[in-house]
Every structure is written in structure tokens, then in C-alpha cells.
């Protein structure tokens, strides 16, 4: 897209600023666009990434390859790599979105003022979406299908660890949007790789309208406290699993092996298990041998280190430290713990939860009641894996992230999530 005629000069001297200007003439080229012209633009880079798969895998073998030299975590590697069943995935994910409803538009509320006032709360694009995140290259598809849908342009900066990854998708992604007529500057990767050019996005006040960190503590405590620009909060995942003295057995153990080890490197996978007391006896047993099978490391508290020796248990059982309640594994391990009641695990809870999900197995809707009434974090489980804490298990396609924080978006956000309001006053020559 050329620059237009008017743009400050001298030009802006940093390639960050630079990138967020652009992306601001874009967004204000989006936002009026119909649903069509965004839905045919995704795809197109549904269909370009198909295409272009060979080109994408090839460039992240060379991520996965450094990654592996340089020690990288098992978890951490396999966020990293994409094969061509990922991209046909991610793909299919685009797809999705496209067939969602454009949010853009939507009349929140409406009414006629005693006074003939037409007035109505509409959704609207935030503008600029700024997204800094670790190496998941994922996200960079997905984000970028999001904010599309939703009428915003993005800036994209991930890790180093995924650049070749990351510059092959926005390539493939750039040629899809020019090519069905929308700004190809919608889609952008943040230039530079040095702490800096993160600091200067974080510091874009007036041409960054929000950002969202996805990736670990550090990374979003860096974000929250260094940015002027407004942020999304998208916390971690220390999720628990409560079995409640009326739990059935066979349904806590399916709950607590799906919550670990369906996939234990993303967020919304299980931590902590709590168990009641009344039920250790019982439970205890049949969830370290299912956790064994599962090859989980169990970090237990003292009944649950004498469990395991009192039965004999297969399973790797070492002593619970502090840390251990606190901590995000993302691998195959969890702490366990036994508590008296209902209100001590909700106690723990609370203690060292990250506010991101929270599930309790129990036949007694009291229990559940109590627990979804107690327990203040974005997504509460009756009876159901915390693996379902997911924009696209909810319904909502491909998510953004998930938020831990009450202002704005909580929980898994999609298409609405992306938007802000405006309201649109008509009158007939009213004065006040």
C-alpha cells in the first residue's frame, strides 16, 4: 500500500513506528469493509496455506532444528513445530472463522429517547491490535484470522525462536489479503528482533490501540507493568482439579488424566489435584495408577506420599515443595494434595490459582453450586475436563488468548472479545 500524502514528515525513523502507522491506515480501510470482502480474504489464506505448506514446514524445520541445539524443553519444542497436518488444521481453523458472524455492526442496545433520539451501542474494530507472544506460530495465523474478521490490523511479534516459522505464515498470509483486495499492511510483523523493538511496540501509545501477551508469566508481567499502551491480560494456566467427597470414582479418574495429559503444554491443562479427604482412601490408588499409565510425576503432599507407599503405587511420587502449588508445569507432571473440605480447597484455590480454570467432579449440585459460586477464575468446570477452556471447544473459533483479568474480556476470547462500542446518535435537527 503507497503511503498517503499526508504523512508526517519528516517519516517516522523507527521501522516499529513505522509498521504502526501503516497498520493504522489499514485499519481504517477494514473497518467499513462487509463481511464478504473480510470472509473472502481468509479464504484465500485458508487456500494459500495449503498451498504453500512445503514452503511453511521447511521454514520451520529451521526453528525446530535451532530450538533443539539450543536445549530447548520437550513442551516447548512441540508448541513450536508445525507438520503439514498442523497447517491443514490451522487452516481449517481460518475457515471457521470465516463462516463465523461478523460482530463488527451488531446493535448492542437501542432506543428512542423521550426527547425523538435515535440511539444505539454498536460494535466496532479496536483499530491496531498489538500481539507479542512465545513460540507458538499458531498464533500467528490465528491471530491474524481473528483481527481481520473483526475489522482490526495486527502487529505480530513473536519470539526469535520462531522467526522463519513466523515470516513464511505472514508472507503466505500478506499475499492472501493484497490478493482478494484488502490492505495487505493488516497483517505485519513487528521488524527487529531485539528487546527494543518490543519495548517500542509496548511504548506506541496513540498508534497501538490495545495489546495482548500470550505466553508465559514473565512475558505478561513484562507487558503489563512496561506498557503505556492498554492491555489484554491473558494470564497462565495453574488449574486444579477438586474431587469432592460425592465424586464417582471412574468419572474423577477420566476428568483428571484428560485435565493432565490430553496435551500438558498448553494452558488449560491441570496442575494441582485436590482431593477430599473422606474420599483419599478410595480415590487416591486408582488416580496414581492411572496417572502412572499415564506417565505423569506426581508431586504429593504427606497423605499422598503415604498413599503411594501404602499401596504400593507405580507411580513416580516425590515430595510436594512450596513452589510446587504455584507452579505451570506445561509438562507430565502435577502436585496432589488432600484437604478436609470443600471450603479448604476452594481456600487453596484461591491461594494459588492463576484465575484461569478451576474443575470440581462431584454428584452433589450443593458441592457444585458452592464451588461455582466461590471459586473467581474465568472458567469454573462441573464435572468436565479443564481442556475445555478453549475459544474453539466453546464455540468461538480460533481464540485470541484467554484472559484472566475482569476489565473488558475474561475468559476465552473470540470475534466479540476483539471489538469495542460506539454509539451512533440520530436526531432531526435536535438541540439541547
Known amino acids: 500500500m503507497d503511503l ?8 517516522p525513523k523507527s521501522p516499529v513506528l513505522l509498521a504502526a502507522y501503516r497498520a493504522r491506515a489499514a485499519a481504517a480501510d477494514l473497518a467499513p469493509l462487509p463481511r464478504a470482502a473480510k470472509d473472502d480474504a481468509l479464504q484465500a489464506i485458508a487456500d494459500a496455506l495449503i498451498v504453500r505448506t512445503q514452503e511453511i514446514v521447511a521454514a520451520n524445520a529451521e526453528d525446530v532444528a535451532r530450538a533443539k541445539e539450543a536445549g530447548t524443553s520437550a513442551s516447548i519444542v512441540d508448541r513450536l513445530t508445525l507438520t503439514r497436518e498442523r497447517v491443514a488444521a490451522i487452516a481449517a481453523d481460518v475457515r471457521h472463522v470465516a463462516s463465523l458472524p461478523d460482530p463488527v455492526g451488531e446493535v448492542l442496545r437501542g432506543s428512542t429517547l423521550p426527547n425523538g433520539l435515535d440511539l444505539r451501542q454498536v460494535r466496532v474494530p479496536l483499530g491496531v491490535v498489538g500481539i507479542i507472544y512465545e513460540a507458538r506460530p499458531n498464533v500467528t495465523v490465528d491471530a491474524a484470522a481473528l483481527c481481520l474478521k473483526s475489522g482490526n490490523a495486527v502487529l505480530l511479534r513473536g519470539s526469535s525462536s520462531a522467526r522463519a516459522s513466523n515470516t513464511a505464515l505472514v508472507t503466505v498470509i500478506r499475499d492472501a489479503v493484497g490478493g482478494a483486495g484488502l490492505p495487505a499492511d493488516a497483517v505485519q510483523l513487528v521488524p527487529g528482533e531485539s528487546r527494543e523493538s518490543v519495548t517500542e511496540l509496548m511504548r506506541a501509545r496513540g498508534q497501538v490501540d490495545v495489546l495482548i501477551p500470550r505466553g508465559g508469566a514473565a512475558l505478561i508481567r513484562t507487558v503489563v507493568e512496561g506498557s503505556t499502551v492498554p492491555v489484554i491480560e491473558t494470564g497462565t494456566g495453574n488449574c486444579h482439579v477438586y474431587v469432592d467427597a460425592e465424586a464417582d470414582l471412574d468419572t474423577a479418574v477420566q476428568i483428571l488424566v484428560n485435565s493432565k495429559a490430553q496435551r500438558p503444554s498448553v494452558c488449560n491443562s491441570a ?8 474420599i483419599a482412601e478410595r480415590f487416591l490408588p486408582l488416580a496414581l495408577s492411572a496417572l502412572a499409565d499415564a506417565g505423569v510425576t506426581v508431586h504429593g503432599d504427606p497423605q499422598v506420599l503415604a498413599a503411594a507407599e501404602e499401596h504400593g503405587s507405580k507411580a513416580t511420587v516425590v515430595p510436594a515443595t512450596a513452589e510446587d502449588w504455584e507452579t505451570e508445569y506445561l509438562s507430565y507432571d502435577i502436585a496432589a494434595g488432600v484437604v478436609d473440605s470443600l471450603d479448604a ?14 474443575a470440581i467432579v462431584t454428584t452433589s449440585q450443593a458441592a457444585a453450586r458452592r464451588f461455582t459460586q466461590l471459586v473467581d477464575s474465568a472458567a469454573v468446570m462441573v464435572n468436565a475436563s479443564t481442556r475445555f477452556t478453549d475459544g474453539g471447544q466453546f464455540g468461538f473459533g480460533a481464540e485470541i488468548g484467554i484472559s484472566t483479568q475482569k476489565l473488558h474480556a475474561r475468559g476465552p476470547m473470540g470475534l466479540p472479545e476483539l471489538t469495542s462500542t460506539k454509539y451512533i446518535v440520530t436526531g432531526d435537527g435536535h438541540i439541547r
Open 345 to 358: 480447597a476452594v481456600a487453596h484455590i484461591r491461594l494459588w490459582s492463576s484465575g484461569h480454570t478451576e
Open 271 to 278: 496442575e494441582t489435584l485436590l482431593v477430599h479427604r473422606d
Open 4 to 11: 498517503p500524502a499526508d504523512l508526517p514528515s519528516p517519516l
